[in-house]
Antibody, heavy 119, light 107 residues
């Protein structure tokens, strides 16, 4: 059974870089797109971007200049880096697998990790 | 970006009721519309994908319909575990966007 687990610091200072990792266990990263999605009470669910096993990524322009998503297929890891964070980046961050065989949807999610931006 | 608008924002219903949630897209998303259920403190779980396809393991009381810009999620015969928040999401084009959610509460 494939599982996703987000990990990383729960507290980040303003202007610093938020770094999270998603570990994929019980299956392979191959043949799927992997997204980061965040959730806040104010804005709800926001798609940050996705990456494919090749390393090809697509980002939400709302985060374009600040975000990098990378993949390590040898370790089954997907990483998120978000620079120059502010309090508005305080959110629960999810990694999610996207089915792309014939239709595109998020069929598997991690439990999410709360990141608070505060000094 | 394609804006997704759900209605109502919240809904009270009783066990056994039939409820319908609507999702409207700012422009056509063809049939690329997915529905998720989220329990408090948990990740969203897909119920319906591509407008009307029931995800494996999801009870048949959940049905989706619509196309283009207007979609509905119907739950026939509410059960206790259905009281949760529901989101629509378009996968027609990036950036993927979600509705603001509909909170379904017990009356």
């Amino acid at each position: 059974q494939v599982q996703l687990q987000e990990s990383g610091p729960g507290l980040v200072k303003p202007s610093e870089t938020l770094s999270l990792t998603c570990t994929v266990s019980g299956g392979s990263i191959s043949s799927y797109y992997w997204s980061w999605i965040r959730q806040t009470p104010e804005k709800g669910l926001e798609w940050i971007g996705y990456i494919y096993r090749s390393g090809s990524a697509n980002y939400n322009l709302s985060f374009q200049r600040r975000v990098t998503i990378s993949v390590d297929t040898s370790k089954n890891l997907i990483s998120l880096k978000l620079t120059s964070v502010t309090a508005a980046d305080t959110a629960v961050y999810f990694c999610a697998r996207e089915q792309t065989t014939s239709q595109w949807f998020f069929d598997l999610w991690g439990r999410g990790t709360l990141v608070t931006v505060s000094s | 970006d394609i804006q997704m608008t759900q209605s109502p924002s919240s809904l009270s219903a009783s066990i056994g009721d039939r409820v319908t949630i609507t999702c409207r897209a700012g422009r056509s998303v063809d049939n690329s519309l997915n529905w998720y259920q989220q329990q408090p403190g948990k990740a969203p779980k897909v119920l319906i994908y591509a407008d009307s396809n029931l995800q494996s393991g999801v009870p048949s009381r959940f049905t989706g319909s619509g196309s283009g810009t207007e979609f509905t999620l119907t739950i026939n015969g509410l059960e206790t575990e259905d009281f949760a928040t529901y989101f629509c999401q378009q996968s027609y084009s990036t950036p993927y966007t979600f509705g603001q959610g509909t909170r379904l509460e017990i009356k």
